[in-house]
């Protein structure tokens, strides 16, 4: 009887054992190909283009293919051979035009298809139910009169006439989301947003603006007066000693500035850092809780001075030449060195820590894209993501950041922009802007 040596066995057993596994990773393979779609297409409206990815990483792709079924007619939107045999991946635009494929609103099936290489011919199929939806929303407004300060606050309710994925008000090229709320006990939308502070009558565009599943988008014109309001301006002598005194600071955060003379410093942090500061709070602005979190007027800082008013326009002015302008977008307010600094009112902390020239800084969400600021503080006594009830003592006043002396920079944001804190401050105002809209009959 003949034997074979051990080594002779072991090496046919790894022969086996190496072919098994290029064989069912490859040629023999049991897994699908993968189909990833970037976006809902559960509703198309008068056009819809999406991106299908379909992925084998074994044997590779044999084909692909896409169609729309409606009333036993089927078109084909995509149809692929992937004749080299190792195509491992392949993304496929898709575009639907309703209109010139002569569908109808209505139910349709999207059918999407992928076929791999291996000796079975594994198949992934989708069949995605989707409705042809040519009708734009209506929009019903609630609130048809709006008087608004420029660099004021405006609250409006409405509802549409079908459900929508995304609403709310656009004031020249700036939007403030819509939010769905409850009034009388029944569903409607609430947006507030903000005016710009140049904003004048009959020269602002203002509209409300609504997009269903499908992509179809409707607009309304809010009907608005917007009031004449003037604005401060000063001129403001930046000290030798202030450059040397502030300056270093910011040279300490940015590596870039250091090396810098201190008039240079402050030429960069009036003009890129202000920017990048403001854009990373607008960034912030973009994630707010979907309900009102604040009640009643905004507190002001108790027994504090009023050292700057929104909306200011200040020039810098070293040894007699303009080195850079600014627009104050907030109310510095000083008391004693180290004041306590309370929360304005109830909301989550969506920021603490340091930011440019705001120093020691912290933001709260009041809900509904409404935001309020703490800048220059000296310390810092809560944590991002921290409830916080109106009156909680949630900072010091310091002199951090972009500051002269000791006080407070507050600020007020909705939908990302800067408004003016004061309205906030007035319980008639809020009366009659805000609560008497909120009592409208639906």
């Not at 000063?234 to 005194?245: G, H, V, Y």
Request: aromatic share 10%.
């Amino acid at each position: 009887m003949k034997t074979y040596k051990p080594h002779i066995i072991g090496a046919l057993i790894i022969l086996i054992a190496g072919f098994g596994f290029w064989f069912f990773n490859s040629w023999g393979e049991l897994e699908k190909p993968a189909i990833q779609i970037d976006q809902d297409i559960t509703a198309i409206g008068r056009s819809k283009t999406f991106n299908i990815t379909f992925t084998d990483r074994k044997s590779g792709l044999r084909n692909s293919s896409v169609n729309i079924a409606q009333d036993n007619q089927t078109q084909v939107l995509s149809s692929l051979n992937y004749t080299d045999s190792v195509t491992k991946e392949s993304n496929v635009s898709v575009t639907i035009d309703p209109a010139a494929m002569k569908l109808h609103e209505g139910p349709a099936t999207i059918n999407i298809s992928a076929t791999d290489n291996s000796l079975w011919k594994n198949e992934t199929t989708l069949a995605i139910q989707a409705n042809i939806d040519f009708v734009p929303p209506q929009i019903f407004l609630l609130t048809s009169t709006n008087n608004i300060n420029p660099g004021g606050t405006c609250v409006i309710l409405y509802r549409t006439s079908k459900p929508v994925v995304a609403s709310g008000v656009k004031v020249e090229n700036n939007f403030s989301p819509g939010y769905a709320t409850m009034v009388s006990d029944k569903p409607c939308l609430i947006s507030y947003f903000s005016i710009p502070a140049d904003a004048r009558h009959g020269g602002t565009t203002i509209k409300v603006i609504a997009r269903d599943q499908a992509g179809n988008e409707s607009s309304v014109a809010l009907p608005t007066l917007i009031r004449k309001k003037k604005f401060r301006s000063d001129k403001m002598t930046l000290s030798e000693n202030f450059l040397q005194q502030k300056m270093p600071e910011f040279q300490s955060h940015n590596p870039a500035l250091q090396g810098k003379t201190p008039i240079e410093t402050f030429m960069y942090v009036n003009t890129k850092l202000r920017e990048e500061n403001d854009a990373a709070i607008r960034e912030i602005c973009k994630t707010s809780n979907p309900r009102q979190l604040w009640e009643g007027t905004f507190l002001r800082m108790k027994d504090a001075a009023p050292m700057a008013l929104f909306g200011d326009k200040r020039k810098y002015q070293s040894q007699g030449k303009v080195v850079g302008e600014s627009v104050h977008m907030g109310v510095d307010l000083a008391s004693t060195a180290n004041a306590p600094v309370e929360a304005a009112n109830n909301g989550i902390v969506a920021y603490a820590g340091y930011l440019g020239i705001y120093g020691n800084f912290v933001m709260i969400d009041h809900g509904f894209g409404f935001f309020t600021i703490y800048g220059h503080l000296n310390s810092i006594d809560v944590k991002k993501g921290q409830e916080v009830k109106k009156g909680d003592v949630i900072a010091h006043t310091g002199s951090t950041g972009l500051a002269g002396g000791d006080h407070l920079h507050f600020g007020m944001l909705i939908g990302g922009q800067f408004v003016n804190p004061q309205e906030w401050w007035d319980a008639h105002w809020i009366a009659d802007n805000v609560t008497k809209k909120m009592a409208v009959s639906l």
